[in-house]
DNA sequence: TAAAACTGTTCCGCTCTGCTGAACGTCGTT
DNA sequence: AACGACGTTCAGCAGAGCGGAACAGTTTTA
């Protein structure tokens, strides 16, 4: 995912390179300092003093030669996934329907132009994936994130493409403004959206939209499996009615919180 | 919680800003540019060029008037929540005995010299409380905390007390170093600890340690409920051994991971 | 056994940058 | 219309962050 965001001039150098490494500790899971000199370019001691800042505040810790992620930052996701109302309108219906299709089930929502994952329940037959609660995906390439593009300004859309691309992850994933534009209409008509391989091989998703009263986007709901395997039940249960179901009690969740 | 963790000379101020204006923004639940110059004792302008590189870097969002921690920050909780192996080693011991005892039961571990709770699974009967995954707890406090400590090197329990100090939450928190080390040297005999009132009052808890083969502590399990609920649990279903139960299983999940 | 090749850590000086206080533009209120 | 609150911008000085080189360990190599 890119790291970077957008120019926006005065930044704080010392900060973003705190940052940096930040990121670059959770990359490796965990490195020395000769190694994060490589993964970051900056210099040995720069690296050094940022990692005893970063351990006297109580963000990393020192295991002998090597440095990590401490828990410390553990409240803080925790803290933003309880501060989103979607994670706690999200709970029990997402539970519900992966239990009922059996296949992972997903709430997902956007910030900066991109798609976090914020709540995941996994059914009795889920695949093992890179997908997890914390996720960041393109909106152009997953079912949910082309639900939640379908519900914003046009406008909105295009900055989004300006920023952040259309790049492609397989041959399925959409990469032409036009086409995508187009798929975005019709979601608008269907109400859900699909996804065929357009993210990860092999790999299908439903998904819907979780709007609010005047028309704005909370979110999205989405079912991900084998393409194989989604299609069938999309045949038998009416998965569409079923994803629809969900994404509407959600909605409803969101009106008392 | 104590914000500063160590002196340790030489840090990169900054970023320690930086850190305390993301804090700042937790404890606040979003905040405005003024409001943090409050909180943090910063100038306005210093605020602000922070909050700049901090939104160019996708960890806070601005939202009209006021900053939020991002959702780009849940993607670290997650990681070092999934990278701390007690966290999945525990899942399912602590569902199990949370069912069957009906109250809330969690998994914690320590760094630092505090505990953090990385792992909660709420009783059919559970409480409300602050207690949540990602919360920092001092050691001396809580059932689990004090778990911990009996089984550390006793310098290193001095080296906690001397950082952190044996703060009083409620008249029943051990205060006294001596009192304390008493209560560590009972634990290691019982195999359990016990807290009641020490942090919350009328909250009790019984809390067991996690110990890997050579005596090190991974972390601790703790059963927490109202004070006469839990005195009763305690008799009726003979707690002890339940809890120690799902510590020994927790231990041998560790094993192999 | 010695030395070479790694680590992480420290030191020091230069230059650049982060910090501040004040001024600006823009809302909503009085 | 004047006021006060907010977020934002500006400019200049002092201090602090940065990097290169030297230090102190530990493991690997000859």
Redesign the interface.
């Given at each position: 995912m890119g790291?970077?965001?957008?120019?926006?001039g005065?930044?704080?150098e010392?900060?973003?390179k705190?940052?940096d490494i930040?990121e670059a500790l959770?990359q490796a899971?965990?490195a020395g300092v000769t190694e994060l000199t490589e993964r970051t370019g900056l210099a040995k001691s720069t690296v050094h003093?940022?990692l005893?800042?970063?351990?006297?505040?109580?963000?990393v810790?020192q295991d002998g030669d090597e440095y990590?992620?401490?828990?410390?930052?553990?409240?803080?996701?925790?803290?933003?996934?309880?501060?989103?109302p979607l994670y706690a309108a999200s709970d029990a219906p997402i539970a519900d329907l992966s239990e009922r299709v059996g296949e992972r089930v997903f709430c997902s929502?956007h910030?900066?132009g991109l798609g976090?994952v914020?709540n995941v329940s996994e059914g009795t037959r889920s695949f093992t994936s890179d997908i997890?609660?914390?996720?960041?995906t393109y909106l152009h390439s997953s079912a949910g994130g082309k639900a939640m593009l379908a519900h914003l300004p046009e406008e909105r859309v295009d900055e989004i493409i300006d920023q952040w691309g259309l790049p492609a992850f397989t041959d399925e994933t959409i990469t032409d403004r036009e086409v995508l534009f187009d798929e975005l209409a019709t979601i608008r008509d269907e109400g859900v959206t699909y996804n065929r391989g357009e993210y990860l091989p092999g790999i299908s998703a439903i998904g819907a939209p979780i709007l609010g009263n005047d028309g704005t986007v909370f979110g999205a709901v989405t079912v991900a499996g084998p393409h194989h395997r989604l299609e069938n039940e999309w045949e038998e249960h009416d998965l569409r009615t079923q994803l629809l179901s969900t994404a509407n009690t959600i909605e409803v969740n969101m009106m008392f919180s």
């Open positions: 790291t970077t965001g957008e120019g926006e005065n930044r704080i010392a900060v973003v705190a940052l930040l959770w899971e965990g003093a940022h005893t800042t970063l351990r006297s505040k109580g963000y810790v990590r992620l401490s828990l410390r930052l553990l409240s803080f996701g925790e803290h933003v996934k309880h501060a989103e929502t910030q900066n976090t914020i997890d609660v914390g996720t960041h």
